[in-house]
């Protein structure tokens, strides 16, 4: 099967970085990637890594290690603009699709 | 760019019509995916589609859900006879095939009274 288990929530304080942490456990692996998704907005494309090791995009990076199954998404020098869901989905480097996890909800206090 | 277009962005039905959602995908992109999400869910897979062609949709419903993505035109996903659980919001998704990521639209919101 395939499920994806993330905290249902998260809070952290404007200008500190947090980690947002994701198992997983599928029968087939295709890589882990990670979205952003604000309330009533459209989940969009923030890192996908397909082997072990971090990837760093500005503020954000995702990590992956394939042994343990297990990523994260870090986020540096937190911004209100930060607060939103985020999204760990199995899969985006081919064409199969996405199966997600149920989200993690990042509270931002300043 | 325009992105990837979905209308109508709000739909209200009565229970038992029928709902029609539309979803046009980045220029180029040949891969077109449609999502539920519930409030306070994941997104859940329903379906993936080429043009003229159903891929997989395993996360379908097998009554009253269908969709197509026709050789000219919007991806449509079609519900028929709705009843107030499908009341959602619906996401499609287009992927290019080269690795950078998936784009959504921002979705239709489903609200059957």
């Known amino acids: 099967g395939q499920s994806l288990e993330q905290p249902s929530e998260v809070t952290a304080v404007e200008g500190a970085i947090v980690q947002i942490n994701c198992t997983y456990q599928?029968?087939?692996?295709?890589?882990l990637s990670w979205y952003q998704q604000h309330d009533g907005g459209a989940p969009t494309f923030l890192s996908y890594?397909?082997?072990?090791g971090l990837e760093e995009t500005g503020r954000f990076s995702s990590f992956l290690s394939r042994s343990d199954s297990y990523g994260y998404l870090l986020l540096q020098e937190l911004q209100m603009k930060d607060s939103a869901s985020y999204f760990c989905a199995r899969g985006g480097g081919g064409a199969d699709g996405l199966t997600f996890g149920k989200g993690t909800h990042l509270i931002i206090q300043p | 760019n325009a992105g990837v277009m979905q209308n109508p962005r709000h739909l209200v039905r009565r229970r038992g019509q029928e709902a029609r959602l539309r979803c046009s995908p980045m220029?180029?992109?040949?891969?077109v995916y449609w999502y539920r999400q519930l409030p306070e869910e994941g997104l859940k897979f329903m379906v993936y589609l080429q043009k003229e062609n159903i891929i997989d949709e395993s996360g379908m419903p097998k009554e009253r859900f269908s969709a197509e993505f026709p050789k000219e035109g919007p991806s449509i996903l079609r519900i028929q006879q709705v009843v107030r659980g499908d009341s959602a919001a619906y996401f499609c998704?287009?992927?290019?095939?080269?690795?950078?990521?998936?784009?959504f639209g921002s979705g239709t919101r489903l609200t059957v009274v």
């Open positions: 599928t029968s087939g692996f295709y890589g």
């Open positions: 998704a287009s992927y290019s095939g080269t690795g950078d990521g998936y784009t």
């Open positions: 890594n397909a082997l072990d």
């Open positions: 220029k180029g992109h040949s891969h």
